[in-house]
Structure formats: structure tokens, C-alpha cells
């Protein structure tokens, strides 16, 4: 959290934090020539997001990913996708680098890597790069967390199967279909996404996204507001059809359409 933040451009969640993990360059993103500027002989790597959560589900425009993939190839630099919020199948595929065939140098994940149970989050990369660390060199109070570990390596087998990258396609293109009804009628001012996730910004004059969120927390939806009017609507892989279709159901009435 302390590194992620340290190049973070949200106020909230940097100010006073400090000190920062140093040596991030900050670059707008989306921006393939201002990547391409930032980078110098020293660069060693590119961390990046391939969907942004906590900014408000902002989808890069297409072929951003593959082009970090071919600008950081051509200079030897690592490609380092954090995948926390992206990655174990909810935007439809088991990581959202695939949407664009990519493959990062290394992945960060967590959060569904334990089922939304128990706290476990993993760096995956190749042995080559791994390789670096030599056992007991970093440790971790929950590192290696048996249950943890058992939990994870459950989800991963479940991912193996393509089941629930394909339930995320399906019924997100659904979701999809749904919000995107809602646009230009007043209430939502765009949608944002991909599978079974989508950012939702609300026109201000209906409240705040904590307001918002907290509305619909009152009809049995939780969702998570981000910045202004905007929410983060992310609902277990395992819904069924009929669940999203009641969840859309309150999220129409708190907007009043
Ligand atoms: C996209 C993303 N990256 C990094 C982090 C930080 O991870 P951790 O909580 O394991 O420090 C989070 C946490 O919310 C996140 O959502």
C-alpha cells in the first residue's frame, strides 16, 4: 500500500502518508508518447494498472497495453501489471492484459486470490526475474499463510476451468447492456468496464457515491463509491442472472428512473 500510494495522484490517499517509496515517475494514463518520454536509461520497469479500480473503473483506450508491452520489450524494461482489482477472471478473463493478448512480466494480485475469505495477495513472475530474492531474504507476518495459501490455490484451480472468466463475460456483457440503458437519461452520466465490473458515474445532483452507495446498502446492494458521484460495481462471480437483474432492479429505483 505504502509504494502504490507513493505514485498515486489521488490527494486523499497520499497526503500525510508519507514517506513515499521513492524513485516513481508519474505519467498520465492511456498516454503511450509521455510513457515513452518518461523513460530513460535507468528505468527499470513499468507498473501499471490494465484497468484503474480505485480511479473509477477507467478502461485505457485499446491498444495502450500492448503498446507498454512493445515500447517496454524494445527497452528491456519490466512490464508489471497490478492485477489486484483487474485480474482472477472479473473482467471475463483470467487477466485483464488478455483483452489486448498481453502478457506482463510480472502480475500483482490479491483480493480474489482469497475468495473474499481471508487476506492473501501474490507478486507472479518467472523464475528468472523471482529468482533475484533468495529464501529468508524477504519475509512477511502472513506470508505463506497456510489457510491463506489452501484458499488461493482452491481459486486457482476453480480459474482453471474457465468456468467463472466465462460467467464474467456473459452476464457482464448483461450488466452492460443494462447500465448503458440508463445513459443520457439524467441520472447516469457514463459507464464505464468490462465483464463484471463497470464504473458508474451518477449525475452529482443525485448525492455523492458514498451517498449513493449508501442508498442502495439500505436495499440490500453493496457497491463502492470512488471519487464524486461515481460508484464501483464489482458483484461476485458466482451471481446468477436473476441476482443482477434484482441488483439493477434497486440501483434504478435509488436513481429514481
Ligand atoms: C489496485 C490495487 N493495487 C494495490 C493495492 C494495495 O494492496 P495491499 O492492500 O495488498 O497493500 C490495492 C488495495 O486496495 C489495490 O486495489
Not at 446468477?240 to 434497486?250: A, H, Y
Request: negative net charge; charged residues 20%; aromatic residues 6%.
Amino acid at each position: 500500500t505504502t509504494t502504490i500510494v507513493s505514485f498515486s495522484t489521488d490527494h486523499e490517499a497520499r497526503a500525510d502518508f508519507g514517506p513515499y517509496t521513492p524513485g516513481f515517475e508519474i505519467v498520465p494514463y492511456g498516454d503511450l508518447t509521455a510513457l515513452d518520454r518518461a523513460m530513460t536509461e535507468n528505468t527499470v520497469a513499468v507498473l501499471l494498472e490494465p484497468i484503474q479500480g480505485e480511479a473509477g473503473v477507467l478502461v485505457p483506450p485499446a491498444g495502450y497495453l500492448a503498446g507498454v508491452r512493445e515500447l517496454t520489450r524494445a527497452r528491456n524494461v519490466l512490464f508489471v501489471a497490478d492485477e489486484i482489482q483487474s485480474g482472477l477472471g472479473r473482467t471475463g478473463r483470467t487477466f485483464a492484459c488478455e483483452h489486448e493478448g498481453v502478457v506482463p512480466d510480472m502480475y500483482v494480485l490479491g483480493k480474489a486470490l482469497g475468495g473474499g475469505v481471508v487476506p492473501v495477495s501474490a507478486v507472479v513472475s518467472s523464475a528468472e526475474i523471482l529468482g533475484v530474492f533468495r529464501p529468508g531474504e524477504h519475509g512477511s507476518t502472513f506470508g505463506g499463510n497456510p489457510l491463506a495459501c489452501a484458499v488461493a490455490l482452491e481459486v486457482v484451480a476453480m480459474l482453471r476451468t474457465g468456468e467463472f472468466q466465462r460467467r464474467a463475460a456473459e452476464l457482464g456483457e448483461h450488466l452492460h447492456h443494462e447500465l448503458g440503458l440508463l445513459v443520457g437519461g439524467g441520472a447516469v452520466e457514463a459507464v464505464r468496464g468490462r465483464g463484471l465490473w463497470a464504473g458508474v458515474d451518477i449525475a452529482p445532483s443525485l448525492g455523492t457515491g458514498r451517498e449513493i452507495s449508501e442508498r442502495l446498502m439500505d436495499r440490500g446492494v453493496l457497491v463502492k463509491d470512488t471519487h464524486g458521484s461515481t460508484i464501483r460495481i464489482a458483484p461476485p462471480l458466482v451471481i446468477d442472472r436473476e441476482d443482477l437483474d434484482w441488483g439493477l432492479e434497486q440501483l434504478r429505483a435509488v436513481l429514481g428512473v
